[in-house]
């Protein structure tokens, strides 16, 4: 099944009252493997490899962020600096290449990328829509 539509929506989301989206990038993979449910080269799509799908799954399953706060998160080759988390949400950024959006389901990991000069606080309400959505339906 391909989950781009609800990336799409994601995307959509953190649009803000004039149209601009906040949420150039987006991922959802698996909570127990890392591996993406989105379709390769999707357009707004985080192209994570199979090590970042699997560390950033395992960080938000297991609820140990200890090695984040330590070595940040890498997203497409490029590591953003830990800010925060609350056991089912983590954020972090990098200068003068945005900041990321992780929440986790069920089932799955939800991410958002907000490019440098957009709100973060529009791509954290994006991502927690889709996240709450697929909690709802059991995912």
Not at 19 to 36: R, V
Not at 78 to 93: I, N, P, S
Not at 130 to 137: K, N, R, T
């Amino acid at each position: 099944m391909s989950w781009d539509s609800y990336l799409d929506d994601l995307i959509a989301q953190s649009n803000d009252s004039t149209g601009k989206s906040h949420c150039g990038k987006a991922a959802i993979i698996s909570l127990d493997d890392g591996a993406s449910w989105i379709t390769p080269n999707h357009p707004h799509g985080i192209q994570l490899t199979p090590a970042e799908g699997q560390k950033i799954a395992q960080m938000m399953k297991s609820g140990d962020f200890s090695s984040a706060q330590a070595n940040g998160i890498v997203l497409e080759g490029v590591k953003y600096q830990f800010l925060r988390e609350d056991g089912k949400v983590a954020f972090a950024k990098k200068k003068d290449r945005g900041a990321i959006t992780i929440q986790k389901t069920k089932s799955a990991v939800v991410i958002g990328h907000t490019s440098e000069g957009c709100q973060q606080g529009n791509t954290n309400k994006a991502v927690g829509v889709i996240a709450d959505y697929l909690e709802s339906v059991g995912m």
